[in-house]
């Protein structure tokens, strides 16, 4: 397989992650979720994470020269990490605010959250089905699908809450979401 061919699937779970991403911030200041704003978060760091693959893999397709004796193959590495680094402190912060919206709840619009969780779910599954036609041998590849994939798990959490409080104007449901959020972003930074 191709560079080009996995910078063309990466490109194009790029701009699916990018323009629904906008779409769930509008939404979830709206509704006020902040389980749909930690969703957006969380695909901010996805499309981070395929934007750093991208220039990586044109870093390490460079051809070794002068100091660079092994070309630009560990710009991967810090790609990678600095992704890590991205999700643990959005985690943090989201975290915080999660346990705030528990011990004080706020109205939240559960069909809008719902309804916004249930397209995420659509985008993530077409995002995630990109990123598996690229070779994902490569670890900033297979980092931006771990992450894509979290982010499926992570709406389907959301579309639940948003559910609870629809259903039964629960509406700690949604910071519960936002906690169930900030695990997957722990656990996959």
């Known amino acids: 397989m191709s560079a080009d061919a996995d910078r063309r699937w ?14 769930e911030v509008v939404v979830g200041v709206l509704a006020g979720s ?7 978060a969380h695909m901010l760091t996805d499309a981070a994470a395929i934007v750093l693959a991208l220039i990586a893999m044109r870093l390490a397709a460079r051809p070794p020269r002068g100091g660079y004796t092994f ?17 643990l402190l959005l985690a943090a912060w989201l975290g915080y ?9 706020e109205a939240v ?16 599954l077409a995002a ?11 670890l900033n590849v297979e980092g931006a699908f771990q992450h894509i994939l979290n982010d499926l798990f ?12 629809l ?20 656990k996959a930074g």
């Open 10 to 23: 990466l490109s194009i779970a790029l701009a699916l992650i990018l323009g629904f991403m906008g779409v």
């Open 34 to 40: 902040l389980a749909l704003l930690s969703d957006a």
């Open 71 to 87: 070309g630009l193959k560990r710009a991967e590495i810090l790609s990678a990490q600095a992704n890590g680094i991205t999700l």
């Open 97 to 105: 605010e999660s346990v705030r919206r528990l011990l004080h709840p």
């Open 109 to 124: 619009a559960g069909g809008a959250v719902l309804f916004t969780a249930l397209a995420g779910i659509a985008v993530n």
């Open 128 to 138: 995630t089905w990109c990123l598996s036609r690229a070779n994902r041998t490569n």
């Open 154 to 165: 992570a709406f389907i959490a959301t579309a639940v809450a948003g559910l609870v409080v």
């Open 167 to 186: 259903l039964t104007g629960f509406d700690r449901a949604d910071g519960i979401a936002s906690l169930i959020v900030v695990a997957l972003m722990v």
